[in-house]
């Protein structure tokens, strides 16, 4: 076992537990209309979110950009995905790269999945904040979309749950509890500056996050409203 490092810093780890959090409720309020405003409410919210996950992407920690765990090469991917089936450790206190292609599709879904909703109508009690600036096509392609996008984001989310379950369970590998406190082994890494745990860190994070929030509930739940 190598030496722990900080790899995940707060707003990561507080932010994955949210989203988990936010997705699971999102699942059940989409069938309910009495709920359909909170729905709505934390839907926007979570496109907040991915907002700061992609500007954390550029100006977070070191494992936290984009740089570390995008693919350098087509077969990347591949090799990754390899060591993956045949449970060979990546020697990373980071996102492996096809764990890191997980993290993009997700995020994407989850984005698709509030711009949808956004731009969805049921034609009799809710039009969503996006609903008065689209075509009727448009819209109408949107609310078929919806669900669709939320079944693909719910298979993805699963099988990434079987991914971390197959590190934490054979691979033995602490991933779960990296998630949760925020350290990793380093395998001989660096934790980069200013390290994940830093003021500095927790002080940005907190600006970047508060401002998409706020200008995603701001823009969508507010100004264009529904
Ligand atoms: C709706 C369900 C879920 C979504 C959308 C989701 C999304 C994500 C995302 C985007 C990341 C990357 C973190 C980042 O770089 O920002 C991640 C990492 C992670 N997730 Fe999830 N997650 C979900 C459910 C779960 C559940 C239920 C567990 C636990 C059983 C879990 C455990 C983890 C762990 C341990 C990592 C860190 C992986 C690593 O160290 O490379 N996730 N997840
Ligand atoms: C990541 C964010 C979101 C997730 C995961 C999500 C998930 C869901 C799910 C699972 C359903 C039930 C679909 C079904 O009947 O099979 C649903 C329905 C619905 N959602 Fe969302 N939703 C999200 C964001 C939003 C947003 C931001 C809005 C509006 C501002 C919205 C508006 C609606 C409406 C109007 C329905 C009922 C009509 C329909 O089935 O399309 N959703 N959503």
Not at 24 to 49: K, R, Y
Not at 118 to 123: I, L, P
Not at 144 to 169: E, F, K, N, S
Request: hydrophobic share 55%; with cysteine.
């Amino acid at each position: 076992m190598t030496a722990k490092i900080s790899v995940w810093d707060i707003w990561i780890r507080m932010g994955h537990w949210a989203v988990v959090a936010a997705i699971a409720f999102q699942w059940f309020s989409g069938e309910d209309l009495g709920l359909i405003d909170a729905h709505a409410t934390v839907g926007i919210l979570l496109f907040g979110w991915v907002l700061f996950r992609v500007i954390w992407g550029f100006a977070g920690p070191k494992y936290a950009r984009f740089a570390q765990f995008a693919p350098k090469s087509v077969t990347a991917p591949f090799e990754s995905a390899r060591a993956l089936v045949t449970a060979t450790p990546e020697p990373t206190p980071g996102h492996t790269v096809i764990g890191g292609l997980g993290v993009f599709i997700l995020l994407t879904l989850i984005a698709l999945a509030a711009l949808t909703g956004m731009a969805s109508s049921d034609d009799i009690f809710f039009d969503g904040p996006l609903v008065s600036l689209l075509s009727n096509e448009w819209v109408e392609l949107a609310s078929r979309a919806h669900p669709r996008v939320t079944d693909l984001l719910l298979i993805v989310a699963g099988l990434h749950v079987l991914a971390i379950a197959w590190h934490q369970l054979i691979m033995k590998e602490p991933l779960l509890a990296g998630m949760w406190h925020g350290k990793k082994p380093g395998h001989g890494h660096t934790p980069g500056q200013p390290p994940a745990n830093s003021r500095m860190v927790w002080l940005r994070g907190f600006v970047f996050l508060m401002l998409c929030l706020g200008g995603a509930y701001g823009l969508f739940g507010i100004a264009i409203g529904w």
